[in-house]
C-alpha cells in the first residue's frame, strides 16, 4: 500500500468514528506543480488527498494558536519529518493541545524544489508524473518531456535532512525510510559556507542587495508553524512602534531578525519560510545559522525530544558564555 | 569635514551597572562621552532587537551590561540573559557587523573603575572603525 493509500484510509477511520472534526492533507493545487492544503471534512471527501513530492506544505501552522477554526475542534493532521519537529516544539511549550491532535506521520523521501523546476522550463508544465523508482516525468505544454532524477532536483534543505521520518506521530502512513547516524555525523551546514567566507562588507552589502527586494508581505511569518504570538507581533505592532513599517532595506532586515530570534530554540528549519517568500528572498541564510550557532552552543536540535524544554527557556549554571 | 565622533548605546541594567556606572561617575574616574545609556530593570529584560534597533537606528556600536551571573537581583534574570547575548552576538556578527562593535559583559555596582576600563577599551575599539556608513543594518 502506497503512502498516499495510508493517509486515505487513517483520514476516513478518522473521519468515520469521529474521532477528528477534520483532517488536514495535501491536494491537488491550481496547476501542475503546486500542491495545496486540503482541508477534508467529510470521509467521501478523502480521495482527493494526495501523497506526492510537491507536498512542502508544512501543515502544522494550522494549529498555531488561535487558528483552528473552531478552536475547540479535534483535528487530524499530517506530517513530514520536518513539520513534525515543528509540532514537537509546539508541544514542548504546550502551545497546541495534544489532546485534541489526531497525527499521522508521513516518512518523506525529500521534497522537490518546484521553482528550480519551473526555472528548468521556457514554458508552462502541463504535467508532472512520479514514477516508483523516485523518476520525475515532466511535460510541458508544447509537449516537449524531460524526466529528472527525484533526488536531482530536491530542495536543498532536504539533501541535508537528518530527520526524515516524523518524531511525534499516532500513526506512521507506509515504513520508515532511511535515516542517517545521529550519532555520527554531525549537522551539513555546508550551505552558509559561501556567506560565511564574505567579508563583513561583503555581508552587509548582500543583504543590503537581498533585502531591498522584500515587501513585507508577512507571508514568512504567518506560514511559520513556530511563530506563535502573531496577533499580538512586535512586527505589527505601531503603538509602540518598535520595527518602521516603511519598507526600506533596513527596517526590512530588522524585521526579519525580530522573527529569527523570536523562534530561536523553536524553529527547525523547516524551510516553509523560504518557500513561501514570493520574491525569494534566501531566509535559510539566517535562520540555519541560528540553529547552526544553537548546536554550536548547546548541541541543540530544535524540536527532536518531547520532554526537553527550549534552550532559551531553561538555564544553566554552568552555561560558559560571556566574560 | 572630521568625521563624527562614534555614537554608542549602552543598555544596562538597573540593579548592577547602571549603579557601577554612577559609582564612576562620582569616583571621577575619566571616560569617554560616546556611550549613551539606557537603563532597563533586568539584563533578563533586554530583548536582542533592543541591540538591533540600535543598530538600525545608526548606533556605532552596542554595549549590554549587567549583574554579574548569581548577583541578579531577580536571582536568575542574567542566566536567561547570557543565551540570549551569546546567540545575539553570533547573529550580529553573521550579519557582518564586525564583533568590536556588539559587546556584553557584567559590572557590578561597586566596580565604578571596571566600568571605566570596559567603556575605555569598547569606545577605543569602535574608534578604531570608525562610524558606521552605507549599511545594510
Same mark, same amino acid.
Request: glycine share 6%; aromatic share 10%.
Given at each position: 500500500?502506497s503512502?498516499q493509500?495510508?493517509?486515505?484510509?487513517f483520514?476516513?477511520?478518522?473521519?468515520?468514528?469521529? /474521532?477528528?472534526?477534520?483532517f488536514?492533507?495535501w *491536494?491537488?493545487?491550481?496547476?501542475?506543480?503546486? $500542491?495545496?492544503?486540503?482541508?477534508v *471534512?467529510?470521509?467521501?471527501? $478523502?480521495?482527493?488527498?494526495?501523497?506526492?513530492?510537491?507536498c512542502?506544505h508544512?501543515?502544522?501552522?494550522?494549529?498555531?494558536?488561535n +487558528?483552528p477554526?473552531?478552536p475547540?475542534?479535534?483535528?487530524? $493532521?499530517?506530517?513530514k519529518?520536518?513539520?513534525?519537529r515543528?509540532l514537537?516544539?509546539l508541544?514542548q511549550?504546550?502551545?497546541?493541545d495534544?489532546?485534541?491532535?489526531?497525527v499521522v506521520?508521513v516518512?518523506c523521501?525529500?521534497?522537490?524544489?518546484?521553482?528550480?523546476?519551473? *526555472?528548468?522550463?521556457a514554458?508552462?508544465?502541463?504535467?508532472?508524473?512520479f514514477?516508483?523508482?523516485?523518476q @520525475?516525468v515532466?511535460?510541458?505544454?508544447?509537449?516537449?518531456?524531460?524526466e529528472?532524477?527525484?533526488q536531482?532536483?530536491?530542495?536543498? +534543505?532536504c539533501t541535508?535532512?537528518?530527520?526524515?521520518?516524523?518524531?511525534y506521530?499516532?500513526?506512521?502512513a507506509?515504513?520508515? @525510510?532511511?535515516?542517517?547516524?545521529r550519532?555520527?555525523?554531525?549537522?551539513?551546514?555546508?550551505?552558509?559556507a559561501?556567506y560565511e567566507?564574505?567579508s563583513?562588507?561583503?555581508k552587509?552589502?548582500?543583504?543590503?542587495?537581498?533585502?531591498?527586494?522584500c515587501?513585507?508581505c =508577512?507571508?514568512?511569518?504567518?506560514?511559520?508553524?513556530v511563530?506563535?504570538?502573531w496577533?499580538r507581533?512586535v512586527n505589527?505592532?505601531?503603538?509602540p512602534e518598535?520595527?518602521?513599517? *516603511?519598507?526600506?532595506?533596513?527596517?526590512?532586515?530588522?524585521?526579519?531578525?525580530?522573527h529569527?530570534?523570536?523562534v530561536?530554540?523553536?524553529?527547525p528549519?523547516?524551510?516553509?519560510?523560504?518557500?513561501a517568500?514570493?520574491?525569494?528572498?534566501?531566509?535559510?541564510?539566517l535562520? /540555519?545559522k541560528?540553529n547552526?550557532?544553537?548546536?554550536? +552552543?548547546?548541541?541543540f536540535?530544535?524540536?527532536?525530544k518531547?520532554?526537553?524544554k527550549? @534552550?532559551?527557556q531553561?538555564?544553566?549554571?554552568?552555561?560558559? =558564555?560571556?566574560d | 569635514?572630521?568625521?563624527r565622533?562614534v555614537k554608542?548605546?549602552?543598555i544596562?541594567? %538597573?540593579?548592577?551597572?547602571y549603579?557601577?556606572?554612577?559609582?564612576a561617575?562620582v569616583?571621577?574616574?575619566?571616560?569617554?562621552? %560616546?556611550?549613551?545609556? &539606557?537603563?532597563?530593570?533586568?539584563?533578563?529584560?533586554i530583548?536582542?532587537?533592543?541591540?538591533?534597533?540600535a543598530?538600525?537606528?545608526?548606533?556605532?556600536?552596542?554595549?549590554?551590561?549587567?549583574c554579574?551571573?548569581?548577583?541578579?537581583?531577580?536571582?536568575?534574570? %542574567?542566566?536567561?540573559?547570557?543565551?540570549?547575548?551569546?546567540?545575539a552576538?553570533?547573529m550580529?556578527?553573521?550579519?557582518?557587523?564586525?564583533k568590536?562593535?556588539?559587546r556584553?559583559?557584567?559590572v557590578?555596582?561597586?566596580?565604578g573603575q571596571?566600568?571605566?576600563?570596559?567603556?575605555?577599551?569598547?569606545?577605543?575599539a &569602535?574608534?578604531?572603525?570608525?562610524?558606521?556608513?552605507?549599511?545594510?543594518?
Amino acid at each position: 500500500m502506497s503512502r498516499q493509500d495510508h493517509i486515505r484510509e487513517f483520514a476516513a477511520q478518522a473521519l468515520s468514528e469521529g /474521532r477528528v472534526d477534520y483532517f488536514i492533507g495535501w *491536494k491537488e493545487g491550481f496547476n501542475p506543480s503546486e $500542491v495545496i492544503p486540503a482541508f477534508v *471534512k467529510e470521509v467521501a471527501q $478523502v480521495d482527493q488527498l494526495l501523497w506526492n513530492p510537491l507536498c512542502h506544505h508544512n501543515l502544522v501552522t494550522f494549529l498555531k494558536r488561535n +487558528m483552528p477554526d473552531p478552536p475547540e475542534a479535534k483535528i487530524g $493532521v499530517c506530517v513530514k519529518g520536518c513539520d513534525s519537529r515543528t509540532l514537537v516544539a509546539l508541544l514542548q511549550e504546550q502551545l497546541v493541545d495534544r489532546e485534541r491532535l489526531y497525527v499521522v506521520g508521513v516518512p518523506c523521501d525529500g521534497i522537490m524544489d518546484r521553482r528550480r523546476l519551473e *526555472k528548468e522550463f521556457a514554458e508552462e508544465i502541463v504535467d508532472i508524473a512520479f514514477s516508483e523508482k523516485g523518476q @520525475v516525468v515532466v511535460t510541458t505544454r508544447s509537449g516537449e518531456k524531460r524526466e529528472f532524477d527525484q533526488q536531482a532536483v530536491l530542495l536543498d +534543505m532536504c539533501t541535508r535532512c537528518r530527520y526524515p521520518n516524523p518524531l511525534y506521530a499516532d500513526d506512521m502512513a507506509g515504513p520508515a @525510510v532511511p535515516e542517517p547516524d545521529r550519532e555520527e555525523s554531525q549537522p551539513d551546514w555546508s550551505d552558509l559556507a559561501d556567506y560565511e567566507a564574505l567579508s563583513d562588507d561583503g555581508k552587509q552589502e548582500l543583504l543590503a542587495r537581498i533585502y531591498a527586494t522584500c515587501v513585507r508581505c =508577512f507571508a514568512c511569518i504567518n506560514v511559520c508553524p513556530v511563530c506563535v504570538c502573531w496577533d499580538r507581533c512586535v512586527n505589527r505592532s505601531r503603538q509602540p512602534e518598535l520595527v518602521s513599517q *516603511k519598507v526600506e532595506t533596513k527596517s526590512n532586515l530588522l524585521f526579519q531578525m525580530v522573527h529569527m530570534f523570536h523562534v530561536a530554540g523553536r524553529c527547525p528549519s523547516c524551510g516553509a519560510c523560504d518557500r513561501a517568500c514570493p520574491v525569494e528572498i534566501p531566509l535559510y541564510l539566517l535562520h /540555519r545559522k541560528m540553529n547552526k550557532e544553537l548546536y554550536d +552552543m548547546f548541541g541543540f536540535e530544535p524540536g527532536t525530544k518531547l520532554d526537553e524544554k527550549p @534552550v532559551f527557556q531553561v538555564f544553566n549554571l554552568a552555561d560558559q =558564555f560571556g566574560d | 569635514m572630521a568625521e563624527r565622533p562614534v555614537k554608542i548605546i549602552g543598555i544596562v541594567c %538597573n540593579w548592577c551597572s547602571y549603579a557601577g556606572a554612577d559609582t564612576a561617575g562620582v569616583g571621577r574616574y575619566k571616560q569617554p562621552p %560616546n556611550v549613551r545609556l &539606557v537603563r532597563v530593570p533586568c539584563t533578563g529584560r533586554i530583548d536582542p532587537l533592543f541591540a538591533l534597533k540600535a543598530f538600525e537606528k545608526g548606533a556605532d556600536g552596542v554595549l549590554i551590561s549587567g549583574c554579574h551571573p548569581g548577583d541578579c537581583h531577580y536571582s536568575e534574570g %542574567n542566566y536567561y540573559a547570557r543565551r540570549k547575548f551569546e546567540l545575539a552576538e553570533r547573529m550580529i556578527h553573521h550579519l557582518g557587523i564586525p564583533k568590536e562593535r556588539f559587546r556584553w559583559t557584567w559590572v557590578s555596582a561597586s566596580e565604578g573603575q571596571r566600568w571605566q576600563q570596559v567603556v575605555t577599551e569598547f569606545v577605543a575599539a &569602535v574608534e578604531k572603525l570608525g562610524p558606521r556608513e552605507g549599511r545594510a543594518l
